[in-house]
């Protein structure tokens, strides 16, 4: 078992990880623990990681502290516990500016980009989970702000999957 | 130099075709055409069209005393191996988590098991005998090993269209249950929208879960040890990460190559005399009617639920409860997003559907005590 302690702005996260298998991972964050599975281990070369690299490889991780969590290894701090996301709003997020991941799986698609204008329930992306296909449709109208995932990244419930501009 | 004998040796191929065995060259043709262009279950589909061809070819040497097909079907579906071991693949590629996160789904796995047994009364009223009509029963589970292996013991000259009625329908799935929750939901139920509800499932649970059934079930229903110890054994092997070899190679390798044979051994077995008989077509229609009667049973128990929790629960999440694991539960997850795009049930329908697919298997080992099988 290996364990980093980071430091992501102004917190400290102490993380265990325990490889249980080539592609499986114990987690323990902040008491919490997490089974993580590898979907993609890649090296990116010489690249410098700056704020806004997007990660190669996906794992299951919760929302916010995204971009700063994306230069870490196998794990990704839980920061604000999904838990508490998902007891209050309905299904598929809908929640003030952003919507959320209405179940833990992998994104497919990414059919949005930041600028594009969406009629509500329009596809904004393809969600799989248990292995379905399940397509996300926009929470409202409105014009996109922000994308946070990738294709390939693995999100759990709740995590932020895109931000509509406030009008 | 060519007499009448002669002749009569080189087209004793032709002389020795009979009816029955073209109309059953003709029934493989529509397996191998539903497996290759309707793409209906064709893993199994096409190596039992492949293996109901073969067998009526006019004095098939394969179904001979040494015939392979023959070797096949001793060497694993008169004993019930095949299907035990398809049973691992099954158990190493299932994921009880959603079940482990909502327990009460297993309330829906149990009542999508109704249909079996009224179909069962059914099937004995049309005059089947009662290891027969289990048999038939059991097709409404829509678990082909499971409808396999019950048959195996109760009913084997049965297996054939009994195995090609339970994977047909499991391939009608996505056709046959939608109309079946339309039928027994109203629009406002199958609105109500079900929050994921994220409840971290801690590795040891996942790992103690199926020990934990092998024994209960097992003590329980002696008959469904075989079944629910192989499942289990699978889901054991994949949540423990300790033999990921033995795993992958349970879920694919093996699970693919007894796939093939026990699809040419079954096929074997619908030969000509024994295959075309009114009772065939009793056994599709019968089988149909189980299936649609288990998903009748699962929506009704989910209302009952849902009422019960104070409109809760929605109640289509109860037509996962039969078997086809996983595809009942995509179904359902379907139907619920035609109607609310928002509506997210897949997890709750996953629970329901991996209940469904214990369920089932405890309905064979039921079946199989009250016929006083085995031995």
């Not at chain 2, 179909?119 to 009223?125: D, K, M, P, Q, V």
């Amino acid at each position: 078992m290996r364990r980093y302690t980071m430091n992501i702005g102004d917190r400290e996260f102490v993380v265990d990880v325990q490889e249980l298998a080539a592609d499986q991972f114990s987690v323990v964050v902040g008491g919490e623990s997490y089974e993580v599975n590898l979907s993609a281990d890649e090296s990116l070369g010489e690249a410098i990681i700056t704020p806004d690299i997007k990660s190669g490889g996906s794992v299951r991780a919760a929302a916010p502290a995204r971009k700063e969590a994306a230069a870490k290894p196998a794990a990704a701090p839980a920061a604000s516990a999904p838990a508490a996301a998902s007891a209050r709003k309905p299904a598929g997020g809908g929640g003030k500016g952003t919507q959320s991941a209405p179940m833990p799986g992998t994104i497919i698609e990414v059919n949005v980009k930041p600028g594009d204008t969406v009629e509500r329930g329009q596809q904004v992306a393809v969600l799989d989970a248990m292995k379905m296909h399940n397509i996300i449709g926009a929470s409202r109208a409105g014009t996109i702000a922000e994308v946070y995932v990738d294709a390939g990244q693995a999100v759990d419930h709740g995590t932020a999957l895109l931000k509509y501009k406030e009008e | 130099m060519i007499d009448q004998e002669t002749i009569g040796l080189l087209l004793k191929g032709v002389n020795n075709v009979t009816w029955q065995s073209l109309v059953m060259i003709g029934v493989s043709f529509v397996l191998l055409y539903l497996a290759i262009v309707k793409d209906y279950e064709p893993l199994l589909l096409l190596p039992i069209g492949a293996g109901c061809l073969l067998a009526n070819l006019p004095l098939s040497p394969l179904i001979g005393e040494e015939g392979m097909l023959v070797a096949l079907y001793h060497m694993g579906v008169g004993n019930e191996m095949f299907p035990l071991l398809i049973f691992i693949g099954i158990g190493a590629l299932t994921d009880f988590g959603p079940l482990l996160e909502n327990p009460r789904l297993v309330l829906l796995g149990a009542a999508g098991q109704f249909g079996i047994f009224l179909t069962l009364i059914l099937a004995l009223l049309l005059g089947f005998t009662p290891n027969e009509a289990a048999s038939i029963g059991i097709i409404g589970a829509i678990d082909g090993p499971t409808s396999i292996y019950v048959s195996g013991i109760l009913a084997p000259h049965m297996l054939g269209p009994i195995t090609v009625a339970a994977y047909s329908y499991m391939s009608l799935v996505p056709i046959i249950l939608p109309p079946v929750i339309h039928l027994m939901t109203t629009k406002e139920e199958r609105l109500i929208r079900m929050p994921y509800s994220s409840r971290k499932i801690s590795r040891r649970t996942r790992i103690l879960f199926p020990i934990i059934v092998t024994v209960l079930v097992g003590t329980l229903v002696p008959f469904a040890t075989p079944l629910i110890g192989m499942l289990m054994l699978g889901n054991l092997m994949k949540e423990s990460g300790a033999v990921e070899r033995l795993t992958k190679a349970s879920a694919a390798e093996i699970a693919n190559t007894v796939t093939l044979f026990l699809g040419l051994a079954i096929g074997s077995t619908m030969v000509g005399a024994d295959f075309l008989k009114p009772s065939t077509l009793f056994i599709l229609v019968l089988g149909l009617l189980a299936f649609a009667l288990d998903g009748c049973a699962g929506v009704f128990f989910a209302k009952i639920l849902n009422w019960l929790s104070g409109g809760k629960i929605n109640p289509i999440i109860g037509a996962a409860g039969i078997s086809a694991f996983p595809m009942a539960a995509r179904v359902v997850q379907r139907v619920a997003q035609e109607e609310d795009f928002e509506n997210f049930l897949l997890m709750h329908a996953m629970g329901a559907n991996a209940a469904g697919q214990v369920a089932s298997v405890v309905a064979g080992g039921v079946v199989l005590a009250l016929m006083g099988a085995g031995g």
